[in-house]
């Protein structure tokens, strides 16, 4: 086999066989297969396209190119929620204890990485103590005895998506769907989750801006999921504004205090509860979305998630005493006020500029070795649809500097005050099963 004859076939508009797909990938993942090549393939892939059968194949290859989780030792049928990645999005903290706290057991591989802020293990390290550095064994035997428990990443996953992203990532190829679906969940799959939901975010402050592109992606997901042998959902969820109200580390921890309590904001409750009563259905501990979403409910009003996060929290090293009293977490020493410049109604928040200036306050990461400061962020008073009042506050902004002029300046830049009255946008847009 060749690897030309492989590319020109790709080019030409034909499917690639299982074969050839495996011959690329090993072939890239030990080298032998060279940068110049696997780019082509990329972008004759980009302009051709892949079958369902070549996309279940190259994320079958890449699967193998590594290695796997075995979540076998953990009984019942394990449920993963992934998200396509969003600003403030603080699902993963809550969806983990509420599920959990009806016995789903959720085995959670996370990342710190880059972004607006930090990862799900950095946010939960805004609790004093917390921490992931658990063995293998430790982490099965915490989701068997309490249903949750959070791992950082352990083994090599997956070497051939991290090989082929940083390609493509310089080659103009990201933007395909058949790469991106096989890239993503070929990670899922590695992980070991019997069952996967996809929250795939749509708008301006998501991977993929236009709701066709994302019906594209989530459905490219989700029969990749399903003809590999895990059973996969998703929903398409608009990320135009951020979601909830928090942005930054301690801060989107004490709303999802809040949320577990049944007081959260109701767009960040609403994605939960709609994400939860698919991963309940899945991992059969109830036989309809309607009969979940009840139990879920439930356990939010009686007290059962949010003890479910603090025995969570204190059987990997973390301070219990933050779901009670979330200033146990560190705080940040200044704060200001977004007033508005005139009254009427938000019409317009920008997701990623929001996300960027919660950055510019230490929120998130910039490079691999920045520090992050995990009680800086943003605070929304106001959504979009609502009306505010001249001099109202906007948004609360925790600092730890003095000066935030430049932060305040990207702030109002990105907030738009309409004289018309606008409503709330749309949360959940499609499912895709
Ligand atoms: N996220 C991924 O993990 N892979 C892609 O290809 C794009 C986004
Ligand atoms: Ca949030």
């Given amino acids: 086999m060749r690897m030309y004859d492989i590319i020109a076939k790709k080019r030409d508009g034909y499917a690639l066989t299982k074969e050839e797909i495996d011959f690329f990938v090993e072939g890239y993942t030990n080298g032998e297969v060279p940068d110049y090549q696997a780019s082509a393939l990329c972008m004759a892939i980009f302009f051709q396209d892949m079958n369902d059968e070549e996309r279940a194949n190259i994320t079958t290859a890449m699967v193998n190119s590594g290695d796997t989780i075995d979540l076998s030792p953990i009984e019942g049928i394990k449920v993963d929620k992934h998200s396509t990645g969003g600003v403030g999005d603080t699902t993963t903290l809550i969806l983990g ?34 921490h992931v550095e658990i063995d293998k064994s430790q982490f099965i035997d915490l989701v068997n005895s309490n249903k949750l428990s959070v791992i950082g990443q352990t083994g090599n996953l997956t070497p051939a998506d991290k090989k082929l992203y940083g390609l493509r990532d310089v080659t103009a190829t990201v933007n395909s769907i058949p790469l991106i679906a096989s890239s993503i969940m070929s990670k899922k799959i590695a992980a070991g989750a019997d069952a996967i939901v996809l929250d795939v975010k749509t708008g301006a402050g998501a991977f993929m801006k236009s709701l ?41 921890v004490e709303e999802a205090i809040e949320t577990l309590k049944g007081n959260g904001p109701e767009d960040l409750t609403e994605l939960c509860l709609t994400l939860g009563s698919q991963m309940v259905v899945l991992a059969g501990k109830a036989d309809t979305l309607d009969e979940a979403r009840q139990k879920l409910e439930e356990n939010m009003k009686n007290g059962k998630a949010l003890e479910k996060f603090g025995t969570f929290l204190k059987s990997q090293g973390g301070d219990e005493r933050v779901v009670e009293d979330p200033s146990v977490m560190p705080k940040a020493s200044k704060q200001f006020e977004l007033n508005a410049k005139k009254s009427g109604y938000v019409s317009d928040i920008v997701a990623d500029e929001l996300g960027t200036a919660a950055m510019m306050l230490g929120a998130g990461r910039a490079t691999k070795e920045s520090e992050i400061d995990l009680a800086v962020g943003l605070y929304l008073n106001k959504k979009v649809g609502d ?9 609360t902004i925790y600092a730890n500097q003095d000066d935030v002029e430049d932060v305040k300046e990207k702030l109002y830049a990105n907030i738009t005050i309409s004289d018309e009255k606008v409503s709330a946008p749309t949360l959940i847009h499609n499912m895709v099963t």
């Fill in 212 to 252: 066709e592109d994302s019906k594209a992606l989530a459905e490219a997901m989700v029969r990749i999921g399903n003809h590999v042998g895990r059973n996969t959902m998703a929903v398409i969820s608009d990320m135009n504004q951020p979601l909830g109200r928090a942005i930054g580390n301690a801060l989107e």
């Fill in 387 to 395: 009306y505010v009042e001249e001099g109202e506050s906007l948004l």
């Fill in 97 to 130: 204890p509420l599920v959990a706290s009806l016995d789903v057991p959720v085995a959670k591989m996370s990342g710190r990485g880059l972004g607006h802020t930090g990862g799900t293990i950095d946010k939960l390290e805004a609790v004093p103590g917390f």
